[in-house]
Structures are given as C-alpha cells and as structure tokens.
C-alpha cells in the first residue's frame, strides 16, 4: 500500500485553509502552518478555524502548528498563501526547512512590487530551483465556497506536465476539479490582473454604473490581460480559460471577492484609508495594479483600466473624473 501523499500548507488563512481542507479530502496528510497561536489551537481543538471560515469543520487529517520546520518536514508538497507582497520575506526564511525534494505550489496572485515577478519567478529568485519543481493552483475559487465544498474547478500549472499532473491528484475531490497547464505565465497573469480589473469593476457598481459598464469593463479587462500576456509569451487561450475568463467572472461578479468590494468601497465614496480600515484582509490587487502597470510598461503594452485603477487608488483621483478620462480615450478597433 502506497504511503499517502503529505503537504504543508503555509498560512492559516482562508485560502491556505480551504486549500488544506481540498488537499486532506483527497487523500493527504496535512500539515497547516499557522502564525498566531490562538488559531493554531482553535484549529487543532475544535476542527475549525473561526478566525476565517467560522462554521466550517476541517477533516481529521489536518493538523496546525506555529513552527514552519515542523510543517514542512517530509512534504511532497509545500503550499504557499501569504500576501504577494511579503514572499520574499517569508520564502527566504523558510527554504532551508523545506524537504529536499518537495514541489513548491503558490496559491497567491500578484506580482511583486519593484521587481514585477511573477510569484513562481519569485520561488525561482530565492530558492533558486528549478521551475519544474514549482507549480501555481489558480482560477475561480473564492475560498468561502470552496470550504462550503461548493462545486469549483481549477488549473494546476506547471512547465513539467508530470508534476502537474501530480498535484492534481493530490488535490482532486468530488467538488474541486483540476485541469493542468504547461502555460505557468499565462495561468499567473489571468490571476494578477483579475485582481486589478475586480477593483475597477467594484469602483463602478459602488459608483452605480449597472451592468453594461460591468460587462465592458470585464471584457476589456480580459483584453488588457491577453495583451499583455501576449507579450511575455503566454499562451492566449489560457486566457478564455478558467485561470482567465474564470477567474476574472468570479471575482467581478461575487461578493465574496475582496478586490470588488474594495472597489465598491472605494466607489460609494470611502477614501482609501477608510476601505482599508474595514478590510479585514488582504486585497491583492491594491498593491499589484501598481506593479501590474509598471509591466506593462515595460513591455510595451497599453492597460488603460490598469493606469485608471492606479490613479483611483493611488493617486487620489476622484473616480468621477477617472471614469469621463478613460470614457473620452479616442475610438479604436476593438480588436487593438
């Protein structure tokens, strides 16, 4: 009898959770590395983590625990979910206690402020392995559904098909379905970018805009990530994929989504102190539309939403006069 599959999962989030709950009703052994003590416990006491998915029972074959060596000891697998923008930091100080032949998986999507790597380009930077031990699981999963074990799919990417192919089955249940991807670049920027479009949609439903300004912000936004993904050698059909199109209908359309309601915060009129006030957690796309457009400009490629949200969010401009700015941009094909 095969020994069954072990995995680490680095965050004690409401992602890293979901995730570890998918990974533990599939068959393998989980190990939940948690910051704060207090969930550490809850999780282990109670099989719940009431900080982040209250009501939700976790399996018996999940564990936590506040020491990452001893989450990362022997797994096949090691997951990653922390915000985008502290990887550096955290990877760093993990990779000496990661087992020696483990794949790193990345839950997260952004890109890195200053470099704008990708997150997989980050796992590359610090660790300096090899990219056929690193893969991305992305597409339309908002966690709470996902721990609700709601019906989701979603794409397992990795340049060697082998090891994707693994990670699948590690993680496939009769209510998370997985789909492989060689296409790591593409699969990574549909998740980046959907961030940034789900602010600007969020913006125009606070702002009462209705549903045609929702439908052409979502179509031209998935034309601003196939742009640019044409440029960094993605593949385009990953784009009218789950990691793509799915992706980006699920977090411009639900509530569930931190960046649309972010954005619809910001729409109402909050500033942006205020949104973050009264965000409990992490909305990727408030930091990544800033190295999301430096990306784009450094290839060359116009994404004119992108720019909008940046002037919102960063530069203060009230998004009033955001929207007659990028409304008044001068008529083109649509296929340009």
């Known amino acids: 009898m095969s020994k069954p599959v072990k995995a680490a999962v680095l965050s004690a989030g409401s992602w890293g959770t979901s995730f570890a709950m998918v990974l533990a009703d599939a068959g393998c052994e989980v190990t939940l590395w948690g910051r704060r003590p207090e969930v550490v416990e809850a999780i282990n ?66 890109v890195e402020l200053g470099t704008t790597m990708r997150m997989s380009e980050v796992f590359e930077d610090v660790t300096r ?8 699981v992305t597409g339309p999963n908002l966690a709470r559904e996902v721990a609700s074990r709601r019906p989701a799919a979603a794409v397992v990417a990795c340049t060697d098909e082998a090891v994707a192919q693994r990670l699948q089955t590690a993680c496939h249940t009769p ?45 031209r936004g998935l034309a601003e990530t196939t742009r640019l993904g044409l440029a960094m ?22 509530p569930l989504s931190r960046n649309h309601t972010f954005g619809t915060n910001l729409g109402k009129g909050m500033t942006l102190q205020e949104t973050i006030a009264v965000t409990r957690q992490t909305a990727e796309g408030v930091k990544s539309c800033e190295s999301v457009a430096d990306l784009a400009r450094r290839h060359g490629v116009e994404m004119p939403i992108t720019e909008t949200v940046v002037d919102i969010v960063h530069e203060g401009k009230p998004p009033m006069v955001a929207l007659k700015e990028l409304m008044s941009r001068s ?6």
């Open 45 to 110: 006491s109670t099989r719940a983590n009431p900080d982040y998915l209250p009501g939700v029972e976790l399996p018996e074959n999940v564990r936590a625990t506040v020491d990452p060596a001893e989450a990362a000891a022997g797994a096949d697998f090691t997951v990653l979910s922390v915000p985008s923008q502290t990887l550096r930091e955290n990877l760093a100080a993990w990779t000496p206690l990661l087992a020696p032949d483990t794949v790193l998986v990345s839950l997260m999507k952004g």
């Open 129 to 136: 392995w090899g990219r056929d031990r690193i893969a991305v």
């Open 175 to 219: 209510y998370f379905r997985p789909y492989t991807n060689t296409d790591v670049v593409g699969c990574e920027l549909g998740g980046a970018v959907k961030n940034v479009i789900g602010l600007a949609v969020g913006i125009a439903d606070g702002m009462g805009l209705g549903d045609n300004a929702k439908g052409s912000l979502i179509t």
């Open 233 to 254: 050698g993605a593949d385009p059909l990953t784009f009218s994929g789950l990691a793509g199109l799915g992706d980006l209908v699920a977090t411009c359309s639900s």
């Open 331 to 336: 008529a083109k094909p649509e296929r340009r």
